[in-house]
């Protein structure tokens, strides 16, 4: 579930490949938004190696921050598996299971 901000109106996920591939999740308003196949997550990923809560995404005007939450298959950012939060800028992908996402700015 997504806690709602009057921030960062333009922050998006888009996502790259795997089973979501060409879906948009609009982080418009979210303070923090939890990534995962349980369908509580406020971004429900279909990709059987996404952990039910996965990741979760702090969203700011300008970017975001992601933490990974023990995930089975670890959370990456730009190629990197991250273990600490990992701050997100325009451009950058995100990865979750088999699943690359891009986050935009507009």
């Known amino acids: 579930m997504a806690v709602r901000d ?6 998006r996920l888009v996502v790259l490949d795997g089973p979501d591939s060409g879906r948009e999740f609009p982080l418009a308003g979210a303070i923090a938004i939890a990534i995962g196949r349980d369908d509580t997550a406020g971004i429900v990923i279909e990709d059987d190696q996404v952990s039910r809560r996965h990741a979760l995404v702090t969203v700011f005007e300008d970017g975001a921050r992601v933490n990974d939450l023990n995930s089975t298959n670890g959370t990456w950012v730009n190629g990197a598996r991250i273990a600490l939060p990992h701050p997100l800028l325009e451009g950058d992908e995100l990865r979750v299971g088999g699943t690359r996402l891009r986050l935009l700015i507009a």
């Open 6 to 11: 009057s921030r960062s109106a333009g922050v």
